[in-house]
Nanobody, 120 residues
Framework: HVQLVESGGGSVQAGGSLRLSCAVSGYTVSNNCVGWFRQAPGKEREGVAYGGGVDPYVAGSVKGRFTISQDNAKNTVYLQMNSLKPEDTAMYYC????????????????WGQGTQVTVS
């Protein structure tokens, strides 16, 4: 049974930082794809970064501010978010899929429950 649990969200002022964690069980992150997505109210879910068993990649919209990393011993993937902006406000999800990474959220097999990030 695959389970992804996000944590680390919260409220922060513009310019601040947060680190999100995605703890994964039943699935080895170092051998598969794990992605971070976000969804703001009224907007489509968009890919932010992906990594896991592939070279890490960050979307252009957050490049230079967000970094994805992982701890294979803990089977956990992180999203470090710096220089946060109000437009980064969204629910953030981690997701996993059994194939190569891509940005289409519909292609991901497993999802966490999400963690809210609010930037004011």
């Amino acid at each position: 049974h695959v389970q992804l649990v996000e944590s680390g969200g919260g409220s922060v002022q513009a310019g601040g930082s947060l680190r999100l964690s995605c703890a994964v069980s039943g699935y080895t992150v170092s051998n598969n794809c794990v992605g971070w997505f976000r969804q703001a109210p009224g907007k489509e879910r968009e890919g932010v970064a992906y990594g896991g068993g592939v070279d890490p990649y960050v979307a252009g919209s957050v490049k230079g501010r967000f970094t994805i990393s992982q701890d294979n011993a803990k089977n956990t993937v992180y999203l470090q978010m710096n220089s946060l902006k109000p437009e980064d406000t969204a629910m953030y999800y981690c997701a996993a899929r059994h194939s190569v990474c891509e940005w289409n959220p519909k292609s991901y097999n497993y999802w966490g429950q999400g963690t809210q990030v609010t930037v004011s």
